[in-house]
């Protein structure tokens, strides 16, 4: 659809095609202050009139943040922020994938693995660890993701133990990943 009242619903998958600035039924508007600063100033005004058109909302990923960058310097606001900014104007959203159990439960599942014989790796506490601890999965978390900041660790450095604990008790309660790392690359990969 290139207008609202054309559309029959919403669907938040990927933002970038926004950020790249592909045409658009109206160009004036630039949605990418969203991705970059994570501003609902230009996505609000969208939204409201999806509302006001009734359209349901899928989001398919459902991520927050991304790192941006070769060595995740940066960052940019990701589609489950859309799906909940929706939801906060009184929208309706179904959704799928992290960190919703049944996600992991279809991966599992199109594997044919007993979970036990499968591995998650992310870096969102809040997507990847809650969602694979939930889901029963065994999952590798990698520090030098998304969460690096809040660790004050540069790239490929492992925090403390302390500071380890206390981030991932705030952002997800009793719930510990399998393993912990600091980074995959592939540098250090084997020959």
Known sequence: ATSVAD?????????????????????????????????FDNV????KECLAAKLP????????IVQTGPKGEGFA???????????ELGGGCATFGK?????????????GLEKERVC???????????GAVNAGVPVV???????RMTF???????????????????EVGAMRPSHVVPAFSRAAAPK
């Not at 978390?141 to 969460?147: A, C, K, M, N, Q």
């Open 44 to 47: 609000d005004p969208l939204l």
């Open 77 to 87: 606001n990701m589609p489950g922020k859309l799906a909940a900014r929706y939801e």
């Open 99 to 111: 960190p919703g159990v049944e996600h992991f439960e279809a991966c599992v599942r199109k594997l």
């Open 141 to 147: 978390f990698v520090t030098s993701g998304i969460h």
């Open 152 to 170: 004050g660790t540069g790239f490929g450095e492992l925090p403390g133990e302390g500071v380890l604990e206390e981030v991932m008790e705030k």
């Open 7 to 39: 559309a029959d619903f919403l669907l938040f998958h990927g933002s970038e095609v926004w950020y790249r600035g592909q045409d658009t039924a109206n160009e004036d508007v630039s949605l990418s202050p969203f991705i970059e600063e994570g501003s």
């Open 57 to 64: 909302a899928v989001c398919a990923n459902p991520d927050f």
């Open 120 to 130: 998650h790796v992310g870096d969102s506490l809040h997507h990847d660890i809650s």
